[in-house]
């Protein structure tokens, strides 16, 4: 079955060129006119915007999940105190600059 596949995919391939110019000329020709000079680039801008947006939106996190209603940044300093992640010197230096 992979060997007729390769078979058919391997004589398309080399039919191609003639195919192609038994094709007349006019199927090559601009049949869009002047609306396809403006919408083709206009689409591809859409296109690679919205390519730079999805990647600029994964990269900052994507959908974060709501911050819980109740918690301030002192209250998250408190818990990252407790955990260990900083300690009281640091603690108390970032607790004053929040709470000015």
Known sequence: MLR???FMALTLLA???ALAQEAPY????WHGGWGM????PL?????VAGIVALAV???RGGAQPPATPGR?????LKERFARGEIDKTEFEER????ER
Not at 37 to 40: A, D, E, T
Not at 95 to 98: A, T
């Open 4 to 6: 007729r596949i390769a």
């Open 72 to 76: 301030n940044s002192v209250d998250i």
């Open 57 to 59: 939106w994964l990269l």
């Open 15 to 17: 039919a191609a060129p």
């Open 26 to 29: 006019r199927m090559y020709a």
């Open 37 to 40: 000079m403006l919408f083709g």
């Open 43 to 47: 689409f591809m801008i859409l296109i």
């Open 95 to 98: 607790r004053k600059i929040l």
